[in-house]
């Protein structure tokens, strides 16, 4: 055997190397003999270099990073290999097939090669569905995923996720409003920011999240401070992006002083990443 396009391909002994982009022939001859006649064939093929397709490993929830169901509405991370060529690829495009087998799109929010952040739209049918990826290189398989009312997320400001983007906002006699931040975050990192409450003040946490409008009822969302319940009273849309959800709990004045506790929020039996708070 020999190649007559050497850059391409090369040949040895009955082993064909593939070493570059463009066509690669081969030649096959055998001398004649007594026995048999003089031969020889030839034989060509293309090799591309088409990168590899996308490839979705894991769907998961954008605030709590946990696998789950895909709650209508709320914002989702699809995790994969070669899910585009670069950040901001807009070639990038995400199909979601729900129960009932409509085909809807998935608003994109963000794109690298490991990571694609989308919105899953409002309307997607409850049930069994599955998710594709496509962009410059292909198109995925498609994922399963279940598809359903809620799937809780509280968003954090940390990357060890155990404090949340939220706020305490106390509203004083005089109808003035003091907002505290419940975490301080710099270049090194965030810590945990005190809350001091205001003794006969209400004071309230506001926290965000997604994944958790579809309750529809307000009693189906509870919140406990260091095991402590707060009232709820209010969970739903935050109302100034597609997917944010919002959660305001009146916070016990028996936490005051209570040091670091941990915050649960769960709608129905379903429970959200855990969080941390500080009270001075």
Do not use: H, W
């Not at 975050?185 to 926290?207: E, F, H, R």
């Amino acid at each position: 055997f020999t190649s007559l396009t050497q850059p391409v391909c090369t040949v040895s002994g009955t082993t064909v190397t593939l070493a570059a982009v463009g066509t690669c022939t081969i030649v096959a001859a055998q001398a004649g003999s007594s026995i048999y006649e003089q031969a020889s064939a030839t034989q060509s093929f293309s090799i591309t270099g088409g990168k590899a397709g996308p490839t979705i490993t894991t769907v998961e929830n954008a605030a709590s990073y946990a696998a789950g169901p895909v709650a209508p509405g709320s914002y989702v991370i699809l995790f994969g290999s070669n899910l585009a060529a670069q950040v901001g690829d807009t070639s990038v495009a995400v199909s979601i097939t729900d129960a009932g087998g409509s085909q809807i799109s998935g608003g994109i929010i963000y794109t690298s090669a490991a990571q694609v952040n989308i919105f899953a739209p409002a309307n997607l049918a409850l049930g069994s569905g599955t998710v594709t990826l496509s962009n410059s290189s292909g198109i995925s398989a498609p994922f399963t995923i279940m598809i359903g009312n809620i799937s809780p997320g509280l968003f954090t400001v940390d990357a060890a996720g155990t404090m949340p983007a939220a706020q305490v906002v106390t509203t004083a006699a005089d109808g003035s409003q003091i907002v505290q931040p419940v975490a301080s975050c710099t270049a090194s990192g965030c810590t945990l920011a005190p809350i001091v409450l205001i003794p006969g003040t209400p004071s309230y946490l506001i926290l965000y999240g997604t994944g958790i409008r579809g309750a529809g009822n307000i009693a189906a969302v509870s919140v406990t401070i260091g095991g402590v319940p707060a009232a709820v009273e209010y969970a739903g849309p935050q109302g100034g992006y597609p997917g944010l959800d919002q959660v305001n709990a009146l916070i016990p004045p028996s936490l005051a002083g209570q040091g670091q506790v941990s915050l649960l929020l769960s709608v129905f039996t379903t429970r959200a990443n855990p969080v941390q708070l500080l009270f001075q």
